[in-house]
């Protein structure tokens, strides 16, 4: 079992929906949740970082953390074609600087 | 953000030559990076650790004498392939973590390595 699955998707959404992508873990060590964004080529850009359960809110972006039930997930409302990329989560066990990803999700919004 | 630069930004070299990947952190000093490894459609993992000053530590696996990383100064650490094979052909990515206390890592915009 891998310490952090995410769904590989592809995930394809009209322009204006809502998207929700998700990871679980399985390593209780984890304590530094984030998502990052790729877009083909090139190297993952920060989107959203978060060490507490809860939500966090970033503009149309929403992160949101369960510990209890080691889930996580990254809400986008009014997506954009420009939102087509793939979405990475990564975890860090303690400040290590040592992320763990996720597959990454494959996200097309379609205009 | 911290912005973090890699050269080359990509690299075609015949089997069993050496590459040399450099990743800098501008603007501000980062003692330790971090260097992955990304294969075609699939995630970011972790190679290995460069601390400035002193031996790179590796994830298990990673094989220390093919790839070989020097962290020479605050704001530079390279990653050498040796003797690279068409298997090594990949996506190399360097991160470092940001400038506040507790900021998570920023990542270089990668390298492509393609050896024929």
């Known amino acids: 079992q891998k310490e952090v699955e995410q769904d590989p998707g592809p995930l394809s959404v009209p322009e204006g929906a809502i998207v929700s992508l998700n990871c679980t873990y399985s390593?209780?060590?984890?304590?530094?949740f984030m998502w990052y964004r790729q877009y083909s080529r090139k190297g993952p850009e920060l989107l959203m970082y978060?060490?507490?359960?809860g939500n966090k809110e970033d503009g149309r972006f929403t992160a949101q953390v369960d510990k209890s039930s080691k889930y996580i997930s990254l809400f986008i409302r009014d997506s954009q074609p420009s939102d087509s990329a793939t979405y990475l989560c990564a975890m860090e066990p303690g400040n290590t600087g040592k992320l763990i990803f996720g597959q990454g999700t494959t996200l097309q919004v379609k205009p | 953000g911290a912005v973090v630069s890699q050269h080359p930004s990509w690299v075609i070299c015949k089997s069993g030559t050496s590459v040399k990947i450099e990743c800098r952190s501008l603007?501000?000093?980062?003692?330790?990076m971090f260097w992955y490894r990304q294969f075609p459609k699939q995630s970011l993992m972790l190679m290995a650790t460069s601390n400035e000053g002193s031996k790179a530590t590796y994830e298990q696996g990673v094989e220390k004498d093919k790839f070989l990383i020097n962290h020479a100064s605050l704001t530079l650490s390279t990653l050498t392939v040796t003797s690279a094979h068409p298997e090594d052909s990949s996506f190399y990515i360097c991160s470092a973590p940001g400038r506040v206390s507790g900021e998570t890592q920023y990542f270089g915009p990668g390298t492509r390595l393609l050896v024929l």
């Open positions: 390593n209780s060590a984890f304590q530094y």
């Open positions: 603007d501000f000093q980062a003692t330790t």
């Open positions: 978060t060490y507490s359960s």
